[in-house]
């Protein structure tokens, strides 16, 4: 792909790499690490919400009853992320963000999120970037919750950050323009989103595609069915002990569908347990 | 601003300029060149919708009557837009305006409309990139409309081309993916959408911004507004014999509230009749 002349080549420009991010580039158990930022954002605004104690699904998430909280689906977890994510400037939430992901830890290994991050993903960045490719950002994850640390944690800057998104609106505050955040949707960046995402900030069609749930399989479509040489990669979730196992029963980044299809179009699938040496950062010697 | 240790010092990832397209980058007199397209869109696909032949604005495009198919101002463009630009899949489309802006010629110039760039652009946003500078277009113009020629005639790839857009739908055909274009606005990229566009597609604000018109306005705001060495120019039509004449009164690219606040706020207007050596790369010596 890279050497002139092969019948696999790609010119520079053209080498597009697209990442899901939560359950392939970070961990994704026992929920989405944004889930628990929503959380925690829900318990510092509660004060301004009198009404929270009452209302469901806050009320559940108040009294630290995560389980239902979340009995609402993807539903309730919309409603929640919109109410913690909206009404600030673009500015106040990127500085929200950034001090939440500085501090805070997991509930289980006691690490911070950016610590749960994946070596070998992380050298795949790398090894892709040094011979010329564009890594992307490409996850259901809110865009302004993931681009104020991706540039430092995974090289990837804001510009190649696609995500799920609120609708926005420009104004003028005491004389300054800002943006404001809405409680209104974009955008979700998840399934049949990923290829409408990927059109709408890339523009291109990536060559090679990495993701570990069903929600990254019309990307891997997507992805495999351009022109030339192709590679899409699913992360199995294998390693109970190292980090966690689950795939076609688990109702956080499911794998059914396609690990069938997988099969049956010889993408790659990588087991965690048995292909990485390491997972976590911390772990290399 | 590229000399470390200096107070304004920047560094190379958040050297970022968006340049406007219509009448900053390339012409748009006596119409937008998308307009054209359109235009000529209707005429093709007229066959296959015998009812526009007594429909406005359909009709009157039809008839060659251009001033009565735009007399309903940018709702009417809108709704011939969407007509002429939904209906095919993403690599369709994309063949139809490669096809079109390749034979394509200016009624007035005969010349094709990418031989209708401006040279001092060309070269700014060369140097601009000579010194590190990410180089991204925000115009009112489709997003989709644009990208398949700007890296050949401006550089710059699709992925940091921001524009309108209409939505689009993943779903299978004769068992292979494509993007469906539909009928219906997602975006418009004018006014209050340029900060939003910015922050949608980058995530980070402008260093420098370059426009024309009224429509560039808030982009400047925006843009002017943060931290450090702000840069904002606007392009004045000034030239009536080699280019065009026109700005507090046009109704296509009006410089008016602009021409005001520029002046205010001390950005740079440049006179293309006064400034400009060369306006067309043809006239080049």
């Known amino acids: 792909m890279t050497k002139p002349g092969s019948l696999d080549f790609v010119?520079?420009?053209?080498?597009?790499?697209?990442?899901?991010?939560?359950?392939?580039?970070?961990?994704?158990?026992?929920?989405?690490?944004?889930?628990?930022?929503?959380?925690?954002?829900?318990?510092?605004?509660?004060p301004q919400h009198p009404e929270w104690k009452t209302k469901e699904p806050f009320a559940s998430v108040l009294k630290g009853d995560v389980k239902s909280a979340l009995a609402g689906g993807e539903h309730?977890?919309?409603?929640?992320?919109?109410?913690?994510?909206?009404?600030?400037?673009?500015?106040?939430?990127?500085?929200?963000v950034t001090d939440w992901i500085a501090t805070a830890k997991h509930p289980k290994t006691g690490r911070l999120y950016t610590e749960m991050v994946y070596q070998p993903m992380l050298e795949l960045l790398a090894y892709l970037r040094a011979n010329g490719f564009?890594?992307?950002?490409?996850?259901?994850?809110g865009i302004e919750f993931m681009r104020p640390w991706t540039e430092k944690v995974y090289g990837i800057p804001p510009e190649q950050v696609i995500g799920s998104s609120i609708k926005m609106k420009f104004e003028m505050r005491d004389g300054q323009p800002v943006l404001m955040r809405l409680p209104e949707l974009n955008f979700i960046d998840e399934k049949e989103g990923k290829p409408v995402g990927?059109?709408?900030?890339?523009?291109?069609?990536?060559?090679?595609?990495?993701?570990?749930s069903d929600g990254d399989?019309?990307?891997?479509?997507?992805?495999?069915?351009?022109?030339?040489?192709?590679?899409?990669?699913?992360?199995?979730?294998?390693?109970?002990?190292r980090e966690f196992a689950y795939d076609r029963k688990s109702s956080v980044g499911r794998l059914d569908k396609g690990?069938?299809?997988a099969a049956a179009k010889g993408w790659t699938v990588v087991s965690m347990k048995d292909d990485w040496?390491?997972?976590?950062?911390?772990?290399?010697?």
């Not at 790499?17 to 509660?46: C, H």
């Not at 997972?279 to 010697?285: C, I, N, R, Y």
């Open 11 to 46: 010119p520079v420009s053209e080498r597009i790499a697209t990442f899901d991010n939560d359950g392939t580039l970070w961990a994704e158990q026992p929920m989405y690490f944004q889930a628990f930022f929503v959380f925690d954002r829900i318990k510092q605004l509660s």
């Open 76 to 96: 309730a977890l919309i409603e929640m992320a919109m109410a913690t994510h909206a009404g600030t400037t673009t500015e106040e939430f990127d500085k929200i």
């Open 134 to 141: 564009k890594t992307f950002i490409v996850s259901a994850g």
């Open 198 to 212: 990927i059109n709408s900030h890339i523009g291109r069609r990536p060559i090679a595609a990495f993701g570990n």
């Open 217 to 241: 399989l019309q990307m891997f479509q997507w992805t495999a069915a351009g022109k030339g040489a192709r590679f899409c990669l699913y992360v199995h979730h294998t390693d109970a002990e």
């Open 259 to 261: 690990l069938d299809e």
């Open 277 to 285: 040496k390491t997972v976590f950062p911390l772990e290399k010697k």
